[in-house]
């Protein structure tokens, strides 16, 4: 089962994503800022994070560093309603950056992003597992 860990502060957005992540068979957790997302990455792995750039408390980059630190093989997908990055300068910034979208994407095009990360994830993961 792929975990994901949405960090957006606009909670019916994060609630709106997780309704179709569910329905692909996702476990998700939400977080609406920086330190409650860190406090949920200290404690469980996650396969993906759909991560909004621009968070109302904390930094969204923070998240990403912490997550890299702490679970290198998680993917993030970054979401912005701006221009910012939008030069791809996030992928430089960040080892973990899978995707740049915009947070007004259609939810169903972000959970199809989400399942093939995870899908890629924790096929990478499988062989630590066996011990192949």
């Known amino acids: 089962m792929m975990k994901v860990l949405i960090v957006e ?7 709106v994503w997780g309704r179709h992540l569910e329905r692909l068979g996702a476990e998700v957790a939400q977080a609406h800022d920086a330190d409650s997302a860190i406090d949920l990455i200290r404690k469980e792995d ?27 093989g998680t993917s993030v ?8 990055f939008s030069d791809g300068s996030i992928f430089s910034m960040t080892s973990n950056a899978r995707a740049l979208v915009r947070s ?14 995870a899908t890629h994830a924790m096929d990478r993961a499988a062989p630590l597992a ?3």
Not at 9 to 15: I, N, P, R
Not at 64 to 69: A, K, L
Not at 104 to 110: F, M, R, V, Y
Request: proline share 5%; charged share 20%; aromatic share 10%.
């Open 9 to 15: 502060s606009c909670k019916e957005l994060a609630t």
């Open 46 to 72: 996650f396969d993906v994070l759909v991560l909004n750039l621009v968070l109302d408390e904390g930094s969204a980059l923070a998240v990403s560093d912490f997550v890299e630190y702490r679970s290198p």
């Open 130 to 132: 066996t011990g192949r």
């Open 104 to 117: 007004g994407a259609p939810p169903e095009d972000i959970a199809a992003m989400v399942e093939h990360y």
């Open 77 to 84: 997908i970054f979401v912005t309603d701006t221009t910012f």
